[in-house]
């Protein structure tokens, strides 16, 4: 894993973690889609290497998935 990878992964880690300490009022759906994005994001970036296209693809596809996830587990 070359310097880049290690930066962009610390990046996309650091902003979900940014991210999930506001996620006290959210509803579910909400932090579902917020949790999917930042492991989308992280996936993107390991399995492109860093790549900024990489990343905001698995940002966007992580989002969509955890937002199915939350709005089913709404369903409930």
């Not at 070359?2 to 930066?7: D, H, P, V």
């Not at 959210?26 to 970036?45: F, P, Q, V």
């Amino acid at each position: 894993m070359n310097t880049l990878q290690k930066n962009s992964i610390s990046a996309v880690a650091l902003a979900m973690l940014l991210i999930m300490s506001g996620c006290a009022n959210m509803s579910e759906k909400n932090t579902d889609t917020a949790l999917g994005a930042g492991a989308g994001g992280i996936a993107g970036a390991v399995l492109t290497g860093g790549s900024t296209l990489g990343i905001l693809g698995g940002v966007a596809v992580g989002g969509l998935i955890g937002r199915a996830i939350g709005e089913e587990a709404e369903d409930d």
